[in-house]
């Protein structure tokens, strides 16, 4: 009941201006990242048109020190993204961009040893293979730090399927699914939980129904053998000026989907009635394509839409509406916003400097704080949940 307190008597006030100080903070590190990521893509891209010049038309160099010059150059964008790309080893882009080049550069290290038996290229040579094995040793090593769960690495001590009870507001949930099983990782759908009604709901978007609001216990049902989830909790507590405004921000994103399905769903009828097609295609056309409130199109671009949207772009825009900053999500392809081939994948929410993830340390200190006090709620979430409503 503590930190129930704490929220009665802290200032509405200073509650808004410390949560604008550190909004403006994560703004300038979002900016800078943004940054960082328009250089690096910029690099990748460099070095693939590079590498296929070489391919077809080689340097105006021998065959040898071009396959060193090229290695090396891989070698220094690959050192120069390491802390980051070890750091989303969950992403399957992360660890292609590791495996990729460290391929590349230990065939063009091997191709210009073999090609040339000159001291420097040979010396040289030596070089590039000491850092590529630098590379493939740190590698990993980070990769002994996770676990396969499912059909995708996921850190090891991550708790999974925590009951409800163990849940806050402002709590991600990530889930396997369909999406994960496709995409080839741990988890593929994403939820967030807010308040509704004085209920602990979840919120999101299916494909099949569009932006949704289902009570936590259809959600986290603590059975794994309906498939896996984890749960991303916010390092900053919603307050409750957060939780009055998340309940209304729910309300109008249930009914900007629903205007649009309404309004998308007559604009292809009478597409329909102007082509003159007859009942039986024009039924057909409904059942192939149907209009759900889903973002099909977001779901390969990572576009931002105003009124409809993937699961993930659900979460993301209620957070955002919220006025709360990610730092890492919707930067898109080249740092330039998403919508651009870059869907924001739920894996990518374990990076997210402003989440943190729900381990099994976390659940046994809830279990130890609940016995200690005797409690009647969870430890974690029971007396957060009960203190909020």
């Not at 299916?206 to 949704?212: C, K």
């Not at 249930?254 to 039924?283: G, Q, S, V």
Request: charged fraction near 20%; aromatic fraction near 8%.
């Amino acid at each position: 009941m503590q930190r129930a307190r704490s929220h009665r008597t802290s200032s509405p006030v200073c509650s808004l201006k410390n949560n604008a100080i550190t909004n403006g903070g994560t703004k300038v590190r979002s900016f800078m990242y943004r940054l960082t990521k328009t250089i690096a893509s910029l690099s990748y891209l460099l070095m693939i048109w590079l590498t296929w010049r070489w391919a077809h038309a080689g340097f105006d160099m021998t065959f040898s020190v071009g396959c060193l010059a090229l290695s090396g150059l891989w070698l220094g964008l690959t050192v120069w993204q390491m802390n980051h790309l070890l750091r989303t080893y969950f992403d399957t882009l992360s660890r292609l961009q590791v495996v990729g080049p460290l391929a590349l550069g230990l065939v063009l290290t091997g191709l210009a040893m073999h090609g040339s038996d000159t001291a420097p290229v040979q010396v040289l040579g030596l070089f590039s293979l000491l850092g590529w094995t630098a590379i493939y040793v740190h590698y990993r090593r980070a990769r002994k730090q996770y676990e396969e769960v499912g059909h995708g690495p996921l850190p090891k001590g991550v708790l999974l399927n925590p009951r409800a009870d163990k849940l806050r507001f402002g709590d991600i949930i990530l889930t396997s699914g369909r999406i994960a099983t496709t995409i080839h990782e741990a988890i593929g759908h994403g939820e967030i939980v807010v308040r509704h009604g004085g209920k602990m709901m979840s919120f999101s978007a299916y494909m099949e129904d569009g932006t949704v609001l289902n009570p936590i216990e259809q959600v986290a049902t603590g059975d794994a053998r309906q498939g896996h989830y984890i749960v991303m909790r916010q390092r900053v507590p919603w307050t409750e000026e957060e939780l009055l405004l998340t309940e209304k921000l729910v309300d109008v994103m249930l009914a900007e989907n629903k205007a649009w399905i309404a309004k998308t769903r007559a604009f292809r009828d009478n597409l329909c009635d102007r082509l003159h097609l007859p009942a039986w295609l024009k039924a057909r056309v409904q059942k192939r394509f149907p209009i759900t409130g889903y973002d099909w199109i977001g779901l390969f671009m990572g576009r931002r839409a105003c009124d409809h949207w993937t699961c993930i772009a659900a979460v993301t825009e209620l957070v955002w509406r919220m006025g709360r900053v990610m730092r890492w999500l919707g930067t898109g392809l080249l740092g330039l916003g998403t919508g651009l081939l870059d869907p924001i994948a739920p894996a990518r929410f374990l990076s997210e400097p402003s989440l943190r993830l729900l381990t099994v340390e976390d659940d046994q200190a809830s279990d130890a704080t609940h016995t200690t006090s005797g409690g009647s709620g969870a430890g974690d979430g029971g007396q957060d949940i009960k203190c909020a409503c």
